[in-house]
Structure formats: structure tokens, C-alpha cells
């Protein structure tokens, strides 16, 4: 591209991000052919709903990312978790592409990010670009294919978002593939929604194929001995016969010909990515969709619902239900079936009995029994009755019931210092099952953001990170050819929080992949030879810090 077609592409991307719509540009696919999605949006992951596509690279390293259109880079990230090595191109119709996982940049944005690494002195950067800064057009070559990040195999992830609101869009609803397979419908669940803080399954059943060759139950009427219901359900849906087990994309349920309930997985913000933990549950190991509502819930995701979602029967006669499974270009699974209430009981007593209620719509602060806990305004999903119970002092141990309550965002829990920790208190972490939550300190006391209810224990980290090299360190041997230069870092309490690498006593920029606990120096044809000295310094989040010294001969 000369200088003229250059600066006419800035002034076209600068005069047409002032208007444009999602539909009004024409998008590639990322990868060359073929394109196999092993994850699609909406997908039920931990603590969060998928925000993209997948696509398989082979279980191979290095496939070439292109530009899905053209734009220009509007961001660079660099981080040891998430979305690892990631770009993010913004388009003239104001939408975003995200490329995540990446294991290198081409050269021109290679550059940028080593510049601005050894500028900050850090592998993980965040970079904010200008329009004019750096221009691509569609299917330009971006970088190549990795794992990095909290990747679990080689893989491209790949968005579509609102350039201003971050919002994802679901990919398949713009770039269309073929797709004639319908969703697959397993099992349905039957909850008690008489308490509606706390949905109880009351029984699940198969989903199989009657004498009609339509879907059925094993009995075409459940009869239950509740009469204010639920539905859930467990499916997925392929895009082609020997394709990855994806999510549904949409839901319907009706009850008696009206439409009571209906979902589609798009839209979905990064602010209600934990909403996935009350959405869907797991039940006698199979992952379920709840077809009903709490009294919080992101409305962008339901286009239709009266009562919430749930049956309210005020008779003992039977009622049709039928829910339907839609993918992204309408092929539908629909299952009928009867369900009749022997009883009627219109209330159930809480399960919690408590003198505390936290209203979900409202801050709740409580101070009581040396023991301070905020929730803000909108956390919960629903309004609960609250018990905890504070042996910080005799036994470190701390419980906030209900445990099943689902968390939107952070939560603030504090209490002062019991006399025996005072002299290590910077360094008191709390542990709940696999979260580790770290201090902040505020006089004599300790305050820690958490995101979950349940059991905590208070624990002293006063362990230093564990650092190893991963080859044999000798000061005469020459070490020749050397690619690269790898440490294992690991902390098992509060986790890592900063690492260093100086060569000769200067900084230099290592890589860190967090999940295999690893280090990576690459030298280059700048890096000192002769007799060279490394030192390594660690520091986990509370502070402990440990250094691993050596000298090799590098030729």
C-alpha cells in the first residue's frame, strides 16, 4: 500500500465510524478453510457464558489470522490468563473483531508490543490504539494461532462486539454457515419454584423418540404433588453430524398455547457473564438450563415471559407443555407433554430461617458479631434471608448461608484482626473452596472481595514462590543454541503476583503462560554472550518474594 491509498483508507475508516450498521459490512472468516467451530456463543463455561466462536486449528500451533474486514487496530492485549496474546480491530460500521489466544503478531504489531513491554517493563500490557495508528484491511494477515492465555488447546477464539458498549454479538446470527441438524433435547428437569429464592429439582426425565416417532416422556403426564413449577432442560446442538456438542440458542416454553417463557443466547455483556451460574445447573452430572427467571436478570436475553417463566396451576386438571429448542437459523426440536398437580399449595416456607433479609435491589450492610458484610445493590440474583456465623477468632473459619446464592459481582466481607495474626496481617488470604481472596488492610482490620457464599477459612501465606530453572545450571559448562530459557514459578496460597528476569542487571522481557506455571526467556542477537548473569525475582500477592540466581557461559 503506497502513501496516497494509505492516508485515502485513514480518511474513509475516520469519516465512516461516525455511521454504519452490524449488517452493513461484508465479514471473512478468520482462518482459511476448513472451518471446524468446536464452540459457539453462549456456550456454558465456568462463571461465564462463551462471548464467541472457537475454531479448531488441529491441536497445531501457528495457522494464519486474518482480518475478518477492514478497520484498524484499536487494541492490543498481552495478559498471562484470559484471552492470552489478543487483537481487537474496529471496523467502520462500529463493531469490533476480537482474534484471542494468539501465539505471535506479524512483524508491524510485533514491534509495537515489544516497544511498549520494555517501556513499561512488562510482559503483560494493555495497548489503546488510534484509528490512524495502525491500518488493515480485510484478510490481511494479523498473526498466527496459539494456546496462550487460559486456552486448553490449540484454537482461535473469535467476536463480534459493539465497538461502544463492548456488548458481544452472536456470530452465527452474521456469518451464516449450513446448518440443516436440529438441537438435540436429552432430559427435562421439574423444579418447585414455591419458594422463589430457592428453585428445588424435584425429578428429571429422559427426552426419547415415542411410537408416533415424535419426542415424548416416558409417561405422556407428570403428575406432581406441587402446583408452582419449572422447567429445565439438557441439550446441545450440532453444526454438522460428526461436530462439537454445542449450546442452543434459543428456548421457548408453552404452557396451554400461551407463550410463557422464551431466551436467546445473544447479547449477553461482560457485566452478566456470571449470570451463567443461575441460568443453568448441574444435576446428577448433566449440565441443565433453567427455562424460568430469578428477580434479577439481564433482560437483553429474554425476549418473552409472564410470571417469570413459571407454572402456576390453580386446578388438579392436566396442561400441556411444550418447549422448543431453536438454533441460529430456526431448526427446531419440540416436545410435548402433560403435567398435572394432585395438590395445590400456593406457599412454601423459606429453607433459611434468619432475622437478616437482604433485599437484591437495595446495599445491604451489616456489622455484627465482629463480622462486616456489604452486598451491594443488584449482587444477588434474589432477595434472600441471610446467616453467617464468625469463629475467625477461635478457629479462622467463616460461613455466609445461603452457599447455593449466586453472586453477579463482588461482595465485601471484613473483621478486625484477631491479636494473634496482627504481626503477619498483610499477609492473611481467605480460602473458600478453589477461590483464594487476598487482603486489604484498613488499620487492624482486613476486607476481602469475594464472589461467592459458602465456608471460608482464614489462612497465614507466608510461603515464598517455589522457582526452579528447567535445565542444568553449571558455571564452566558453554551452553550453545540455546532457544530459549525456561523456569517453573508456582505459589499455591495467595498466587503469583509479579516476576522479573535481569540479565547482566538489566530487565528483560520473559513470557508467562499461568496454567503450566512457566517462564520463558528467549534470547536474541542482542542478548549478552560470554559469561552471563540471571536473576530472577518472584513475588506472590501477599508480597512473599523469592530470587533464583546463576551465571551460564552463552556463546
Given at each position: 500500500m503506497?502513501?496516497l ?5 485513514k ?63 484499536s ?32 512483524k ?9 513491554q ?14 490512524t ?13 496459539g ?6 488447546a ?32 436429552n ?9 422463589t429464592?430457592m ?6 426425565l ?21 402446583n ?34 422464551s ?17 443453568s ?9 433453567r427455562c ?16 417469570k417463566?413459571?407454572?402456576?396451576l390453580?386446578d ?9 429448542l431453536?438454533?441460529?437459523?430456526n ?43 456489604f ?61 483464594t481472596f ?7 482490620s482486613?476486607?476481602y472481595s ?7 477459612q ?28 525456561d ?33 520463558t526467556?528467549?534470547?536474541?542477537s542482542?542478548?549478552?554472550t ?24 552463552l556463546?
Open positions: 503506497n502513501r491509498q494509505n492516508k485515502v483508507l480518511l474513509i475508516i475516520c469519516l465512516s465510524l461516525l455511521t454504519g450498521s452490524l449488517y452493513a459490512q461484508t465479514y471473512a472468516w478468520p482462518l482459511d478453510s476448513p472451518l471446524i467451530i468446536t464452540g459457539n456463543y453462549g456456550e456454558l463455561r465456568p462463571n461465564h457464558f462463551h462471548a464467541g466462536l472457537d475454531f479448531s486449528t488441529g491441536g497445531k500451533l501457528n495457522q494464519s489470522v486474518y482480518a475478518t474486514a477492514s478497520g484498524y487496530i487494541r492490543i492485549k498481552i495478559s498471562s490468563v484470559g484471552y492470552g496474546k489478543s487483537i481487537y480491530v474496529t471496523h467502520p460500521n462500529g463493531v469490533t473483531s476480537v482474534y484471542a489466544h494468539l501465539n505471535s503478531f506479524v508491524k504489531i510485533a514491534d509495537l508490543v515489544v516497544k511498549t520494555y517501556q513499561n517493563k512488562s510482559f503483560e500490557i494493555d495497548i489503546n490504539l488510534k484509528p495508528d495502525l491500518i488493515v484491511s480485510q484478510k490481511e494477515l494479523l498473526g498466527f494461532s494456546n496462550t492465555g487460559n486456552s486448553t490449540p484454537h482461535l477464539h473469535f467476536e463480534l462486539r459493539d465497538e461502544k458498549t463492548e456488548i458481544p454479538f452472536n456470530v452465527l446470527k452474521i456469518l451464516k454457515v449450513r446448518d440443516t441438524i436440529k438441537p438435540k433435547l432430559r427435562i428437569a421439574i423444579y418447585n419454584l414455591a419458594d429464592t428453585p428445588q429439582v424435584l425429578l428429571t429422559p427426552v426419547k423418540l415415542n411410537k408416533k416417532n415424535k419426542l415424548g416422556l416416558p409417561k405422556d403426564t407428570v403428575v406432581l404433588k406441587n408452582i413449577l419449572g422447567v429445565g432442560f439438557n441439550g446441545f446442538d450440532l453444526l454438522s453430524q460428526q461436530g462439537n456438542p454445542n449450546n442452543v440458542f434459543s428456548a421457548t416454553l408453552i404452557l396451554d398455547n400461551k407463550l410463557i417463557y431466551h436467546q443466547l445473544q447479547n449477553i455483556s461482560f457485566a452478566d457473564q456470571r449470570y451463567v451460574n443461575e441460568f445447573e448441574v444435576i446428577e452430572k448433566q449440565k441443565y438450563q424460568f427467571l430469578p428477580t434479577l436478570f439481564p433482560k437483553e436475553m429474554y425476549p418473552s415471559y409472564s410470571r417463566g413459571r407454572i402456576i390453580t388438579t386438571l392436566p396442561h400441556e407443555v411444550m418447549i422448543t431453536s438454533d441460529e437459523v431448526n427446531q426440536t419440540v416436545l410435548k407433554f402433560y403435567i398435572k398437580a394432585n395438590k395445590l399449595a400456593l406457599y412454601s416456607p423459606p429453607k433459611i430461617k434468619s432475622d437478616v433479609f437482604v433485599n437484591c435491589t437495595q446495599d445491604f450492610l451489616i456489622l455484627r458479631n465482629n463480622l462486616q458484610i452486598i451491594p445493590a443488584f449482587t444477588l440474583y434474589n432477595s434472600t434471608n441471610l446467616i453467617f456465623e464468625n469463629t475467625i477468632e477461635r478457629s479462622g473459619k467463616l460461613i455466609i448461608l445461603p452457599s447455593e446464592a449466586n453472586l453477579k459481582s463482588t461482595s465485601i466481607v471484613g473483621f478486625e484482626v484477631p491479636k494473634k495474626y496482627l504481626s503477619v496481617k498483610n499477609k492473611l488470604i481467605l480460602k473458600s473452596g478453589s477461590n487476598v487482603p486489604i488492610n484498613v488499620n487492624d482486613v476486607f469475594v464472589k461467592n457464599f459458602g465456608w471460608f482464614l489462612t497465614v501465606d507466608t510461603m515464598k514462590p517455589k522457582l526452579k530453572s528447567l535445565f542444568r545450571v553449571t558455571k564452566t559448562s558453554s551452553q550453545k543454541n540455546i532457544n530459549s530459557i523456569f517453573s514459578i508456582v505459589d499455591d496460597d495467595s498466587g503469583i503476583g509479579a516476576y522479573n528476569l535481569f540479565v547482566n542487571d538489566t530487565w528483560v522481557l520473559v513470557e508467562y503462560d499461568a496454567k503450566n506455571n512457566l517462564l526467556y528467549k534470547p536474541d542482542s542478548s549478552p560470554g559469561n552471563v548473569k540471571f536473576r530472577l525475582e518472584v513475588e506472590d500477592k501477599v508480597k512473599n518474594k523469592s530470587i533464583l540466581q546463576f551465571e551460564l557461559n556463546k
